[in-house]
């Protein structure tokens, strides 16, 4: 695509949602990929805003028929790109972000190399698990089982850190926000050729400190919370 693609991935319960909704507000030019999922809407989700919802039949003709960039299965339930939503964005001139787990982000990599790929993770397990309840409260049901298989899953998931070029540790709220906006910024900046003033310099060196090779110290009592040190 001629826009630029933005690949975001998180273990559930990092505040990637959170993060991409305060990005929304601050990011012009950049569209938010419509996923299809098999599973069910959840709350207050709304078909077409949040997924669209299909049916399994519906959703492995689209796979038969090529239809989607990516696809994979995520807690039991199927989950795609349509490769529409790349053109849409195209033809808008916008940039486009994906929010999809990681064996769809190394797929989207595989096809599109030039993607910007963006991972998030929790500060450490303990912290993970009181998101994951004060989420599961706040929709009126925490069930510990559920919690201890996202808990096994997230561990994973942080396995993979290594396949994305920038990593965010959703520690302080704000912080997170601002490097997550300042990669995006600076992505720009970068592709355009465009002159380096002082604010474009700024928010340069703030997404180059969110580089994963940048990030070996910052990232070293993660690792180690999660048992993942010499992984
Ligand atoms: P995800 O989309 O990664 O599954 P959510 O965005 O739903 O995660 O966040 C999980 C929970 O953690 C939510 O209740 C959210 O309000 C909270 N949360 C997100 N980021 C932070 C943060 N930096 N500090 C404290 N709580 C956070
Ligand atoms: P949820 O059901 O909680 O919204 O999402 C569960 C997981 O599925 C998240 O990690 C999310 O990033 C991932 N996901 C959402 N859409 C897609 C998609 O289109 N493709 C892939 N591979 N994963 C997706």
């Known amino acids: 695509m001629a826009g630029i693609l933005f690949i975001i991935s998180a273990p559930s319960g990092s505040g990637k949602s959170t993060l991409v909704n305060q990005l929304r507000t601050l990011a012009s030019g950049l569209e938010f990929s419509v996923s299809h999922t ?11 805003r949040e997924y669209h919802y299909t049916t399994r039949e519906e959703f492995e003709r689209m796979v038969a ?3 989607f960039l990516e696809n994979a299965e995520v807690f039991g339930n199927l989950y795609g790109t349509a490769c529409r939503s ?10 486009l972000l994906l929010d999809i787990d990681v064996q ?3 797929q989207v990599r595989e096809k599109l190399p030039d993607a ?6 929790p500060p450490a397990p303990d912290v993970l698990a009181t998101r994951l309840r004060n989420r599961s409260r706040a929709e009126g049901h925490v069930e510990e089982k559920v919690i ?4 096994a899953k997230a561990r994973q998931e942080i396995e993979n850190y290594r396949q994305y070029g920038y990593i965010l540790v959703n520690d302080i709220l ?4 601002e490097q997550l906006a300042a990669i995006v910024s600076s992505e720009r900046i970068r592709r355009s050729g465009a002159m380096v003033d002082t604010e474009a310099a700024r928010l340069i060196a703030i997404a180059e400190a969110c580089r994963q090779r940048n ?4 990232l070293r009592p993660v690792l180690a919370s999660f048992g993942l040190l010499n992984t």
């Open 86 to 95: 790349l053109s849409d964005a195209d033809r808008e001139g916008k940039d």
């Open 148 to 151: 201890e298989r996202r808990l």
């Open 65 to 67: 028929a090529g239809e």
């Open 104 to 106: 769809g982000a190394a």
């Open 215 to 218: 990030s070996i110290e910052r």
């Open 174 to 177: 704000d912080r997170a926000v």
């Open 38 to 48: 098999t599973r069910a809407p959840r709350g207050s989700e709304e078909e077409g």
């Open 116 to 121: 910007v790929s963006i991972f998030i993770m």
